[in-house]
């Protein structure tokens, strides 16, 4: 047991020791939240000797939940325990609940080979309501609408009859649609994303020997970045929970950014009240940053009024103050942090991928990239489009989809059209609505037929290729002079994908891959390259870097114009602010323009309110060769001056 212990410090190490009962463990940034949870998960089995069986954790990544289980598999390797973890639940939350309604399916009116639609799906859906409702798109346009029913989902609100309980005639217009929408999906055997946490409760509520068995095989529950739950989240951790208690979350309400994804910091908040009896562990000690930069990412998040008290602090020394500069225009600052980077490397003191820019909002990164490819400086902008999401991808992914569920209204009228064989809208809603079939629609759902008998003498990737080359997607693609080449580049990494599952029966296999890819489809991408990253401060959440610019730090931009009517998403800012500062390991350059084209437009803004909140003393104030506004801070320490080409 003391060399499973020996790399934690105190405090993780009570983390890890209670065992029994509920436990809020508040993980400061860089305190070695993973550690904790890994080596808890390996100490139940090892030391209290409770089946993997009966270990649930549940993070929020697939990447987070992969790398969680292979670190809890070298601990326990090491000390040499041989059983297989195959039975241990470790997971997100999607995953988590995908696997319970697989299962339970048909309590709930699906069948277990239930398809997911995606957000392109779903939308698609949605414009098919309201072009049958006669629905204004302009006022109502379908991207809000199903933002609308995606938060209805999350705080478990069932479809209702408007005319009975709302007054308000936008919400009644959002609750006929979901309605309508929430039948639809049944109808094609499908669910969305937020389905399938809310069906998992539904069926948990509704259902009480499937909710006695999960209360049964999972003793202990382990929730990393408790702050990020939502609504139905929590309703699904007090459900699995409710027998044993030996819950266990982890998280930091200091880091709570996702509000607009409605998580719920009360959550976290009120976890105390929630479950009786509950032990407080709270890590403060940070293994990433310096000294200097804690000291500033404290006095920043120290302003907030809802939070759980802590006060992060570091063994790695002092480091450098934060850096401050304040410059002319979003130009100017983007070539100034370009100019800070290729002087660091070009004395190799760093390589690229030790840089980091974080903005607030993706606008911002025009004049970053632009100033990047003028000194030619590679560089990766994170978060961008995914590979799962591009066209080509997509349209293969819906003939497959329709091929194992031929009441898939949303595919079909995808590749009913891809390639074109002169099946319109007007036929596609004749038959819907009519089932009046045209003489093309009969060809085309021959066709698929003919797939679908032939699946059984395939294995999955040859299937992929076969299905490419019958429908016609092949000569499509080939015969684009523009984006051709590109296209059936990406048709052919999705059978290498593919080729992983080829040892399943094709049946499984094809529902297997088609759920890793839904479940993959928010994850981030690893870039290996050695170039500068540019992100949005949300996709930094988890990450980090030896230097980091955050530039854009006057209002309007950070704190964002939207924050400054309410309190709560003015404290939501300022966290964004302390996850971004806390990104650094060694350095962190806060940038602050006198003017900025932003939206087509130049406007002049203050500096951010954030900046009055870091002491004097932690800060160098960096001369940029531009005139200083009188309404930034005196010069108090001494000045860096840093020249532009």
């Known amino acids: 047991m003391d060399k499973l212990l020996e790399k934690l410090n105190e405090k993780q190490r009570e983390a890890v020791k209670i065992t029994d009962g509920p436990l809020l463990v508040v993980a400061g940034a860089g305190s070695g939240k993973t550690l904790v949870l890994t080596s808890r998960i390996a100490y139940l089995i090892i030391v209290k000797e409770i089946s993997p069986i009966n270990i649930c954790a549940v993070t929020f990544t697939n990447k987070a939940a992969r790398e969680m289980k292979e670190r809890i598999n070298k601990i326990l390797v090491d000390h040499g325990y041989a059983h297989s973890l195959s039975a241990l639940s470790v997971g997100t939350f999607h995953s988590l609940c995908l696997g319970i309604l697989r299962l339970h399916a048909v309590k709930i009116g699906y069948t277990s080979s239930f398809i997911i639609f995606d957000e392109r799906d779903q939308l698609k859906l949605i414009k098919i309501i309201t072009e049958k409702y006669k629905i204004d798109e302009k006022r109502f346009p379908p991207e809000l609408l199903l933002a609308m029913i995606s938060k209805l989902k999350n705080k478990l609100a069932q479809p209702e009859n408007p005319d009975d309980i709302l007054n308000d005639p936008f919400m009644k217009v959002v609750h006929q649609v979901y309605g309508t929408y929430q039948k639809m999906l049944k109808e094609q055997n499908a669910v969305d994303f937020d389905d399938m946490i809310m069906q998992t409760v539904l069926l948990l509520e509704n259902h009480s020997p499937v909710k006695e068995f999960y209360q049964n095989l999972f003793h202990y529950l382990l929730i990393d970045e408790y702050q990020d739950t939502n609504f139905a989240q929590y309703s699904l951790v007090r459900l699995l929970s409710a027998k044993h208690q030996n819950i266990c979350v982890v998280g930091d309400m200091d880091q709570a950014i996702y509000g607009w994804r409605q998580a719920d910091v009360r959550n976290i908040l009120n976890f105390e009240k929630t479950f009786a009896n509950t032990k407080i562990v709270t890590l403060e000690e940070n293994y990433r940053s310096t000294g200097n930069i804690l000291s500033v990412a404290n006095a920043l998040i120290s302003k907030n009024k809802a939070r759980l008290e802590k006060n992060l602090f570091t063994n790695r020394g002092e480091g450098e103050k934060v850096f401050m500069a304040i410059t002319a225009s979003e130009t100017h600052e983007a070539f100034f942090i370009t100019q800070i980077i290729k002087e660091a490397v070009k004395e190799k003191k760093y390589t690229f991928s030790d840089f980091a820019v974080l903005y607030r909002t993706n606008a911002q990164s025009r004049a970053i990239e632009e100033a990047l490819v003028y000194h030619r400086m590679p560089y990766v902008v994170v978060g961008g489009f995914k590979f799962y999401e591009r066209k080509e991808v997509k349209d293969v992914l819906s003939y497959l989809r329709f091929i194992i569920n031929p009441q898939d209204r949303v595919n079909f009228s995808r590749i009913a059209a891809t390639p074109p064989r002169g099946i319109g809208k007007v036929s596609l809603q004749k038959f819907f609505e009519n089932n009046i079939t045209s ?135 300022r966290r964004l602010c302390y996850v971004a500062i806390t990104r650094a390991k060694k350095k962190v350059w806060l940038l602050y323009a006198e003017s900025r084209v932003l939206y087509g437009k130049r406007q002049n803004n203050l500096p951010s309110r954030f900046l009055a909140d870091i002491p004097t003393h932690l800060v160098t104030y960096v001369e940029t060769n531009n005139q200083l506004s009188s309404d930034f801070y005196d010069l108090k320490n001494s000045v860096i001056d840093v020249d532009l080409e």
């Open 439 to 573: 003489k093309q629609i009969q060809e085309f759902l021959f066709l698929i037929e003919s797939l679908r008998q032939k699946m059984p003498a395939y294995n999955l990737s040859s299937f992929i290729k076969e299905v490419v080359k019958v429908t016609g997607l092949e000569k499509y693609y080939l015969e684009d002079k523009l984006e051709g080449a590109n296209r059936w580049e990406n048709v052919s990494e999705l059978v290498s994908a593919a080729v992983h599952y080829d040892s399943l029966p094709i049946t499984e296999a094809l529902s297997s891959l088609l759920d890793s890819i839904t479940l993959a489809s928010n994850e981030d991408e690893e870039y290996n390259q050695d170039a500068v990253r540019l992100m949005t401060i949300h996709s930094a959440k988890g990450l980090e870097f030896t230097e980091v610019f955050i530039p854009g730090m006057e209002d309007n931009i950070f704190p964002h114009s939207r924050s400054k009517q309410s309190s709560e998403e003015l404290e939501e800012e």
